[in-house]
């Protein structure tokens, strides 16, 4: 199925997420615009919004669609349900993203960030008829969904909406085996229903582009040459069922890097010599202190306070692993969402009871609060 869609030449898609800013907080159109530029000189053509991406759409307005050919690139965005107020709303968005683009139509548009908290919502707003419908009206020309949860539910998923064009992962050599993620199982599942995927998060929200030094050390002594960021972004492109990998581009001197390695003409998938270095870097990762928690949630099903204590200690361990406060703290608020804080731990220890890794949670969950709690 990767071949029928126009996916485009190369692996290397543009990430308009984190898009550079400046002083005063709006998004630098004229980076934007040279990044852009040497981009598709690159030739390369897949650029990749959303709704709520705060500025990014109107900013690919005038830095993409303003400025070239509607046939020189492809163009996706994203329905958020969670961000909606209603069915109307959230059909709305589709629209507000052309207004604000200026594009005319999506190549690809994804139902975004399908999880257990959102799936319902997309379901009861008939979002998966509507993406056909707006194929039907010619606003868009693909949908497909972006997915953060376990592997059971992208399994059902697809089975549910076998129509479905292509999937959105989180594909890195960190989450490859992480119990929070299972990005290698994720990617078989799709692999298995034919399914072309395009990867988000890469590099780890920049992670990986700065990993510890134990990983450095690794990374350096395999290619002194090469940014910590290319082993990730290759790692991902090489990849068995991918066919796009994102990269969040933030100035132009990543833009530049990630050409140096992922432009059509010399890019090369990781060889096995290299593939052993990322084992190693794997080892290297898994020896640095953390919260030994397996994330099997014994813990979570009798507290009362409806702590989501594995997921918590995602988000600390994000900061153990790669020193990465802000990162920590924007995990841990999202998973925090709707359910119990650290703090709202009432230490009646029914956790530590199920716990089989026989963790101290009690302390655990003082000092994420401490740490991760504003």
Not at 37 to 48: N, R, S, V
Not at 78 to 86: E, L, Q, R, T, V
Not at 144 to 167: I, K, Q, R, T
Not at 346 to 374: F, K, R, V, W
Request: hydrophobic share 40%.
């Amino acid at each position: 199925m990767t071949e029928t869609l126009p996916f485009g030449k190369g692996k290397l898609g543009f990430g308009l997420m984190r898009l550079p800013r400046l002083a005063d907080g709006t998004i630098d159109v004229e980076q934007v615009s040279v990044m852009t530029d040497k981009f598709l000189e690159a030739g390369l053509t897949y650029f990749d919004t959303a709704y709520v991406y705060e500025g990014s759409e109107a900013a690919a307005g005038k830095a993409l669609c303003a400025r070239h050919p509607r046939d020189s690139y492809t163009l996706a965005t994203k329905i958020n349900a969670g961000m909606a107020k209603d069915e109307a709303d959230a059909k709305q968005q589709i629209h507000t993203s052309l207004e604000r683009t200026g594009a005319g139509y999506f190549d690809f548009c994804l139902l975004h960030a399908l999880g257990t908290k959102n799936r319902e919502l997309y379901d009861k707003y008939g979002l998966w008829d509507y993406v056909k419908e707006l194929k039907e009206q010619g606003l868009i020309r693909h949908y497909g969904f972006s997915f953060h949860d376990m592997p059971a539910m992208l399994e059902e998923l697809l089975n549910e909406h076998p129509d479905v064009e292509f999937v959105q992962l989180q594909i890195n050599y960190a989450d490859w085996e992480n119990p929070d993620v299972r990005s290698r199982e994720c990617l078989e599942i799709c692999r298995k229903h034919g399914k072309p995927v395009v990867v988000m998060e890469p590099v780890k929200g920049g992670a990986l582009a700065n990993p510890p030094e134990s990983v450095q050390a690794v990374l350096k002594a395999a290619d002194p040459e090469a940014s910590a960021a290319s082993w990730a972004v290759r790692f991902a492109a090489s990849q068995e069922g991918v066919a796009m990998v994102l990269s969040g581009m933030s100035s132009l001197a990543q833009m530049e890097d990630n050409l140096s390695y992922m432009d059509p003409a010399v890019f090369r998938p990781l060889d096995e010599v290299e593939e052993k270095v990322i084992e190693q870097v794997r080892e290297a990762l898994a020896a640095i202190p953390q919260i030994p928690c397996t994330s099997c949630h014994y813990c979570t099903g009798g507290c009362p306070m409806n702590i989501p204590i594995p997921d918590i200690f995602g988000a600390m361990n994000r900061l153990k692993v790669y020193n990465d406060l802000g990162g920590a703290k924007q995990r841990y608020k999202m998973v925090t969402r709707d359910k119990g804080k650290a703090s709202d731990c009432i230490q009646c220890g029914q956790c530590e009871t199920a716990c089989p890794q026989h963790l101290h949670i009690i302390e655990l969950l003082q000092e994420c609060a401490a740490t991760l709690e504003d």
